[in-house]
């Protein structure tokens, strides 16, 4: 594990080694914690971070437009976490038009710098 490991995203309680309970770490650079990065942007409309106004996505959660709302979803994962390449689909339900599925798969982007 890194030097200075990361906190889950959402945070979560683990249980100590040596008893008791502990904040649950995952290893930086690694896929998990770009993933959980991407929860993060994904689960935070923009607004609601005061320090920072502009993270997050637009707020989707009434609008019946699953080609706005995979657009918008992938633009904000590729603005605010940039190690990663979105493929985000959504479509209607097929028990109910008015719920959309909304999917997102994540790879490594391949955006190494003085690569060839």
């Known amino acids: 594990?890194?030097?200075k490991p990361h906190f889950?995203?959402?945070?979560q309680w683990a249980l100590a080694p040596a008893g008791g309970l502990a904040?649950?770490?995952v290893e930086q650079e690694s896929l998990d914690e770009d993933a959980a990065c991407c929860e993060a942007i994904i689960r935070t409309v923009q607004?609601?971070?005061t320090t920072l106004p502009a993270f997050g996505r637009p707020q989707l959660?009434?609008?019946s437009n699953p080609e706005l709302v995979r657009a918008t979803l992938a633009q904000a994962l590729r603005e605010f976490e940039p190690r990663v390449e979105p493929m985000v689909s959504a479509a209607p339900?097929?028990?109910d038009d008015l719920v959309?599925?909304?999917?997102a798969l994540l790879a490594p982007a391949d955006n190494e710098e003085g690569g060839g």
């Open 1 to 3: 594990m890194a030097d």
């Open 8 to 11: 889950t995203l959402p945070f």
């Open 23 to 25: 904040a649950r770490e």
């Open 47 to 49: 607004g609601e971070r």
């Open 61 to 63: 959660e009434f609008n």
């Open 93 to 95: 339900s097929t028990d």
């Open 100 to 103: 959309q599925i909304v999917q």
